[in-house]
């Protein structure tokens, strides 16, 4: 069974910074997009960066320039480096990655961390 562990989630001051991090584990023959969501109460999850297994990134315009997406293949991670934190970047932080597993490709995601800005 595959499974997403997030970490790194927090209380942070406006203007700082927090490093989410993002495994995956269990029986995984390939790994293809993986990326970030945010979802605050009320709302739908949202894209909030993505990145190819040849390393192509996409952010959400709210993020551009404040945020950077990475990944390590060989640890089967992807990382989310969020700089100059808003208030508004207050959510819960969802891994997504799309893997082939034992038997398919299928869509994971992790349980989520949450991500809190103070003003």
């Known amino acids: 069974q595959v499974q997403l562990v997030e970490s790194g989630g927090g209380l942070v001051q406006a203007g700082g910074s927090l490093r989410l991090s993002c495994a995956a584990s269990g029986i995984i023959f390939r790994i293809d997009d993986m990326g970030w969501y945010h979802q605050v109460p009320g709302k739908q999850r949202e894209l909030v960066a993505s990145?190819?297994?040849?390393?192509?990134?996409n952010y959400a315009d709210s993020v551009k320039g404040r945020f950077t997406i990475s990944r390590d293949n060989a640890k089967k991670a992807v990382y989310l480096q969020m700089n100059s934190l808003k208030p508004e970047d207050t959510a819960v932080y969802y891994c997504?990655?799309?893997?082939?597993?034992?038997?398919?490709?299928?869509?994971?995601w992790g349980r989520g961390t949450q991500v809190t800005v103070s003003s």
């Open positions: 997504y990655s799309r893997i082939y597993g034992l038997t398919s490709l299928a869509d994971y």
């Open positions: 990145i190819t297994s040849g390393g192509n990134t």
